[in-house]
């Protein structure tokens, strides 16, 4: 069976990247469009990795990821973030609220698959 993702970013176009890679190396991708549906899909779903972006509209990658890690189901699954925000402080945030790693966009797709293989295999 193949491992489930679940990709959250307001940009259809990241979006649609991200899945073609990631549906091409034989992963099930699950796309939402901002934090809040994130959340609704993640609690709907199953998922083995989460991908988000940081600023989404209605709910920031952040706040996804803190509301994730309060789920009995997400405490342990892997959550990276994809986003253009790089700075150091940023990184730090994200490590508080309980990211696993982190990429910046625009990002190559054999080192997204790298780094997906690296977490769930």
């Known amino acids: 069976m193949a491992k489930s993702i679940l990709t959250v970013d307001d940009s259809a176009s990241i979006r649609q990247m991200v899945s073609f ?3 091409g190396a034989g992963y099930s991708v699950t796309e939402a469009v901002d934090g809040q549906d994130g ?4 609690r709907a ?4 990795l989460i991908f988000t972006d940081q600023n989404m509209p209605r709910k920031d ?3 996804l990821i803190k509301e994730l890690r309060n ?6 699954v892997p959550i990276l973030m994809l986003t253009t925000e790089s700075s ?3 990184k730090s945030q994200g490590r508080s609220a309980g ?5 910046v966009k625009p990002f190559d797709p054999q080192k997204l698959l790298e780094v997906v293989r ?3 295999g």
Request: net charge positive; glycine share 10%.
């Open 21 to 23: 890679t990631l549906k």
């Open 39 to 42: 959340l609704e899909k993640a």
């Open 45 to 48: 779903g199953s998922f083995n």
């Open 61 to 63: 990658g952040l706040t």
């Open 71 to 76: 789920l009995p189901q997400y405490r342990n």
């Open 88 to 90: 150091e402080a940023m």
């Open 99 to 103: 990211a696993t790693g982190w990429l």
């Open 118 to 120: 690296k977490v769930i």
